[in-house]
């Protein structure tokens, strides 16, 4: 809520809680419902019980799923006894933020309908946590954990894929001599990890939002779409985070805030710079149907001419100050012409549509830059995770006695649990031969940051261009249409004596 309207929010992240990347079930649901909970896979336990903020759970169960699930503890750990593999994918977790608009017990009711319809309904435990913390501005979210096998009818868990052998036309299975084997392929038993899915999700809690908006009679609608599928010019700014968010709250300047700034500026300006080229390219189109064309700066100078004779016909005087800003005003827009070898509309028309070029160049690069600075700053941001978790890593892969090993870890699991996800991530977003360079991450942002400022320098000339063409065409449209009357009024008169 923002002076008193309504600002609808979208949000829905997916992502995959896996085994693989140091992380649990037990652990993950531990923490979102703000429970004591004990891995029975690596004897762990978790307890968040002194986690603020939760202010709703609750299980869905679908059909053949045991009814003892609706226990928090008894589904994730059935989770990890049923997946055995070292990197196994565990649980999908989907996170959602709901309405401030709705009261709590509304917000509740949205989360559960959407997790029915769209999980639950389709063979996934959900188990849903809504949190509401305590802060200046409000936060209320929901995190979805649902399960990734589907069930069997006699209530066991069913396979996520399965193998299925390759046939000849014949319907034979095909022998592959070199690998000694049938050949075959993996099949999905569900669509859940289709890629169109995670849209489709997406999709669904705009639509489950937008429905809930239009029953209160709030015109703002969400979209799930990115800014760039949606025909917007501007990129998103960049995940501020909890430590930055307080940071900026306090006063206290971050980098994330001032990426964000800039972001902000940029996309402001331009939009400000297309709208304009947008009128001045329609005031062109309209002037131009004009049969013939005049020298522009002799039209420029009969307006300041005319100018007594403008405010005459408004019952007005004209002062000296007024005269003198009205003269600079025409200065600057003859020596705009002059300077850019304009004489005609049309030359107008031709550098109109070189400004747009360079407006679109400018604007891709900034695009562009906008998304590098980005993606160097989250670079940057988890390698704070990643170092200072790399030694406690080190010291506990460096330990050979396991019981002595055991006991380390257990006393140290978050922080090289961390560094593996940090390590996962990193392997994931580097491409290939990229190494970990925060040094080359920071150096690289300040170039990117250098050539910021220079190209928002460019885009204020363009703007500035912009702006004496508006004001070109203003006193051109203005001057024709006034001695258009003149013309009317004098034919009129004409007609009379006649």
Same mark, same amino acid.
């Given at each position: 809520?923002?002076?008193?309207?309504?600002?609808?929010?979208?949000?829905?992240?997916?992502?995959?809680?896996?085994?693989?990347?140091?992380?649990?079930?037990?652990?993950?649901?531990?923490?979102?419902?703000?429970?004591?909970?004990?891995?029975?896979?690596?004897?762990?336990?978790?307890?968040?019980?002194?986690?603020?903020?939760?202010?709703?759970?609750?299980?869905?169960?679908?059909?053949?799923?045991?009814?003892?699930?609706?226990?928090?503890?008894? #589904?994730?750990?059935?989770?990890?006894?049923?997946?055995?593999?070292?990197?196994?994918?565990?649980?999908?977790?989907?996170?959602?933020?709901?309405?401030?608009?709705?009261?709590?017990?509304?917000?509740?009711?949205?989360?559960?309908?959407?997790?029915?319809?769209?999980?639950?309904?389709?063979?996934?435990?959900?188990?849903?946590?809504?949190?509401?913390?305590?802060?200046?501005?409000?936060?209320?979210?929901?995190?979805?954990?649902?399960?990734?096998?589907?069930?069997?009818?006699?209530?066991?868990?069913?396979?996520?894929?399965?193998?299925?052998?390759?046939?000849?036309?014949?319907?034979?299975?095909?022998?592959?001599?070199?690998?000694?084997?049938?050949?075959?392929?993996?099949?999905?038993?569900?669509?859940?990890?289709?890629?169109?899915?995670?849209?489709?999700?997406?999709?669904?809690?705009?639509?489950?939002?937008?429905?809930?908006?239009?029953?209160?009679?709030?015109?703002?609608?969400?979209?799930?779409?990115?800014?760039?599928?949606?025909?917007?010019?501007?990129?998103?700014?960049?995940?501020?985070?909890?430590?930055?968010?307080?940071?900026?709250?306090?006063?206290?300047?971050?980098?994330?805030?001032?990426?964000?700034?800039?972001?902000?500026?940029?996309?402001?300006?331009?939009?400000?710079?297309?709208?304009?080229?947008?009128?001045?390219?329609?005031?062109?189109?309209?002037?131009?149907?004009?049969?013939?064309?005049?020298? #522009?700066?002799?039209?420029?100078?009969?307006?300041?001419?005319?100018?007594?004779?403008?405010?005459?016909?408004?019952?007005?005087?004209?002062?000296?100050?007024?005269?003198?800003?009205?003269?600079?005003?025409?200065?600057?827009?003859?020596?705009?012409?002059?300077?850019?070898?304009?004489?005609?509309?049309?030359?107008?028309?031709?550098?109109?549509?070189?400004?747009?070029?360079?407006?679109?160049?400018?604007?891709?690069?900034?695009?562009?830059?906008?998304?590098? +600075?980005?993606?160097?700053?989250?670079?940057l941001n988890n390698y704070e995770h990643y170092k200072p978790n790399k030694a406690v890593y080190d010291q506990w892969k460096g330990i050979t006695n396991q019981k002595?090993?055991?006991?380390?870890?257990?006393?140290?699991?978050?922080?090289?649990?961390?560094?593996?996800? +940090?390590?996962?991530?990193?392997?994931?977003?580097?491409?290939?031969?990229?190494?970990?360079?925060?040094?080359?991450?920071?150096?690289?942002?300040?170039?990117?940051?250098?050539?910021?400022?220079?190209?928002?320098?460019?885009?204020?000339?363009?703007?500035?261009?912009?702006?004496?063409?508006?004001?070109?065409?203003?006193?051109?449209?203005?001057?024709?249409?006034?001695?258009?009357?003149?013309?009317?009024?004098?034919?009129?008169?004409?007609?009379?004596?006649?």
């Amino acid at each position: 809520m923002k002076g008193g309207i309504f600002i609808a929010i979208y949000h829905c992240s997916i992502k995959i809680i896996s085994r693989g990347k140091g992380k649990s079930a037990v652990g993950a649901a531990a923490y979102r419902s703000g429970q004591k909970l004990t891995n029975e896979y690596d004897g762990l336990t978790h307890d968040y019980t002194r986690k603020g903020g939760v202010v709703h759970t609750e299980i869905l169960l679908p059909e053949y799923a045991p009814p003892e699930y609706a226990d928090r503890s008894t #589904l994730w750990n059935a989770v990890e006894k049923v997946e055995k593999a070292r990197n196994s994918q565990l649980a999908r977790e989907i996170e959602i933020s709901l309405p401030n608009e709705l009261s709590r017990a509304e917000n509740i009711e949205l989360a559960r309908r959407f997790v029915q319809q769209n999980f639950v309904d389709k063979g996934m435990c959900a188990d849903i946590c809504i949190h509401d913390p305590d802060r200046e501005q409000p936060n209320i979210h929901a995190h979805i954990m649902l399960t990734l096998r589907p069930f069997n009818e006699n209530g066991t868990w069913g396979d996520k894929q399965r193998k299925e052998y390759i046939l000849d036309a014949a319907g034979n299975k095909i022998y592959d001599k070199k690998k000694r084997i049938y050949k075959c392929r993996t099949v999905q038993t569900t669509d859940w990890n289709d890629k169109t899915k995670a849209e489709e999700w997406r999709a669904a809690w705009a639509e489950f939002l937008n429905a809930v908006l239009a029953e209160k009679g709030i015109a703002d609608r969400v979209d799930h779409r990115s800014f760039e599928r949606q025909g917007k010019i501007e990129q998103p700014t960049i995940h501020m985070g909890v430590s930055a968010t307080q940071m900026e709250r306090k006063g206290i300047r971050t980098e994330k805030g001032d990426i964000n700034r800039r972001i902000r500026e940029q996309n402001a300006e331009l939009h400000r710079l297309q709208a304009e080229l947008e009128r001045v390219n329609a005031a062109i189109a309209e002037l131009q149907k004009r049969p013939q064309e005049e020298n #522009l700066v002799s039209i420029l100078m009969r307006f300041y001419g005319n100018g007594e004779k403008f405010a005459e016909a408004r019952g007005l005087k004209l002062g000296n100050l007024k005269k003198a800003q009205k003269l600079r005003d025409v200065s600057q827009a003859v020596a705009f012409l002059q300077g850019n070898h304009i004489s005609t509309m049309t030359e107008l028309s031709e550098k109109h549509s070189a400004l747009e070029t360079e407006y679109s160049e400018l604007k891709a690069k900034i695009i562009a830059r906008q998304k590098r +600075m980005k993606e160097l700053s989250e670079l940057l941001n988890n390698y704070e995770h990643y170092k200072p978790n790399k030694a406690v890593y080190d010291q506990w892969k460096g330990i050979t006695n396991q019981k002595k090993k055991d006991k380390f870890y257990a006393e140290h699991s978050s922080q090289i649990n961390a560094y593996k996800a +940090m390590r996962s991530y990193f392997k994931n977003t580097l491409g290939e031969g990229e190494k970990i360079a925060p040094k080359a991450w920071q150096s690289e942002l300040a170039e990117l940051e250098s050539a910021d400022s220079a190209d928002m320098l460019r885009l204020h000339k363009l703007e500035d261009s912009t702006a004496i063409m508006a004001t070109i065409l203003y006193n051109v449209e203005h001057l024709l249409a006034y001695e258009d009357r003149e013309q009317d009024i004098q034919k009129k008169r004409n007609n009379v004596l006649e």
